[in-house]
């Protein structure tokens, strides 16, 4: 038996492919997914409810718990030793391994290590369930290690919130950014692939219905219709030659209203903000919802506890060095956000804007 998985975000594209999947297949092997990251915001979840009563059909929440790799990383913190060697004696290799040197003002030469998506990459083989992560390169950086403030302060603040995002960057003592993208993949990917592989144990065949466009990025040019992604599991994207807007003319031709996050200026409509939100995005979202950025500004305090840094930025606002993280915050960036000309001029006029007035970049409300 096939079991038709439509990830559903409450954005426009994952709806259109949900009523694609309804007008095609038997609605009972219909199974709409939505993983909850603990980053959207309430207009995202009351959707999904309007969604529900307007198809008749019921949307399974998914929702991760860090729970364990939290309290993994207390016992680590909690045994960790300081050592005197504060810097690694690696060499430091370019792309195809060979050593590169660099020198000191005194000529003595420095070969320093760096890894990618966890600052404790080296020292925390204790991760439930988890491989050990893997190095990506060599560099000049400083090994920073736990101080014992640092793990003070961590204990004291590092408990389960039960919240998946702010759970997750408690864990790994920093948010995602776009180079470490780990939120999609421990918020979301994760939970769909592992959903399916309990359907595939429990003797189904799975079809991962996905609401790509190929015109939504560069990274999408290539998205394929269907694929396969092993484990059983293939990937269908009905869209993926859409344009948005022929998404929205789908959904209105249903009957369906758009989330009403779109007349609002919201280019997407999944975190709020997600990390890769644009300039002009982050600035509405601050006008319209700046409970949206206290909050995030609440966590950048608490992932900073628990970072051997005691720093950690929701956004980095551009030009800021490591060095000045710590005194850089998400409002920052929002000011920065409310600039033009290259972030150098406050925008005067964007303050100006009535925040109640449709900004969306679709003509919605045409
Ligand atoms: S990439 Fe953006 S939308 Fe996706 S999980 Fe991360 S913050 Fe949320």
């Not at 207390?74 to 300081?82: L, N, V, W």
Request: positive net charge; aromatic residues 8%; proline residues 5%.
């Amino acid at each position: 038996m096939i079991k038709h998985v439509v990830s559903f975000s409450g954005g426009v594209d994952s709806l259109a492919t949900l009523l694609v999947a309804l007008e095609n297949c038997p609605r009972e092997d219909i199974i709409p997914i939505f993983c909850d990251t603990g980053n959207e915001h309430q207009a995202v979840h009351d959707y999904l409810v309007y969604v529900e009563q307007a198809l008749d059909i019921e949307i399974v929440r998914l929702k991760a718990d860090f729970a364990e790799q939290i309290y993994a990383k207390r016992i680590f913190i909690a045994r960790d030793q300081r050592r005197g060697r504060k810097h690694r004696k690696v060499p430091k290799t370019d792309r195809n391994g060979n050593p590169v040197y660099e020198k000191n003002k005194d000529g003595s030469v420095r070969m320093y290590p760096i890894y990618a998506d966890n600052e404790d990459d080296l020292e925390d083989p204790i991760v439930i369930g988890q491989e050990p992560r893997q190095r990506i390169g060599w560099d000049s950086g400083k090994r920073i290690r736990w101080s014992n403030k640092a793990k003070r302060r961590a204990l004291a603040a590092l408990h389960p919130t039960g919240n998946p995002f702010l759970d997750l960057c408690m864990w790994k003592g920093r948010f995602p950014s776009r180079k470490a993208q780990f939120c999609t993949e421990e918020l979301k990917r994760n939970m769909a692939v592992s959903f399916q592989l309990d359907l595939i144990d429990a003797g189904h065949r799975v079809l991962s219905w996905q609401g790509v466009r190929r015109d939504e990025s560069m990274n999408r040019r290539n998205a394929k219709k269907i694929e396969r992604i092993g484990g059983g599991i293939w990937t269908f994207r009905p869209i993926v030659e859409w344009t948005k807007l022929q998404a929205f003319k789908f959904c209105s031709s249903r009957g369906l209203q758009p989330n009403p996050l779109y007349k609002q200026g919201m280019g997407r409509v999944g975190c709020m903000p997600c990390i890769n939100v644009n300039k002009a995005e982050l600035a509405e979202i601050s006008r319209r919802f700046p409970e949206a950025i206290e909050e995030k500004a609440r966590w950048e305090k608490q992932v900073a506890a628990c970072s051997k840094r005691m720093a950690a930025t929701f956004i980095p606002a551009p030009g800021i060095t490591p060095s000045q993280a710590k005194d850089n915050t998400i409002w920052h960036v929002v000011e920065w956000a409310k600039t033009t000309r290259g972030g150098r001029q406050f925008d005067l006029l964007g303050d100006l804007a009535e925040p109640t007035a449709c900004a969306s970049a679709y003509g919605l409300c045409g």
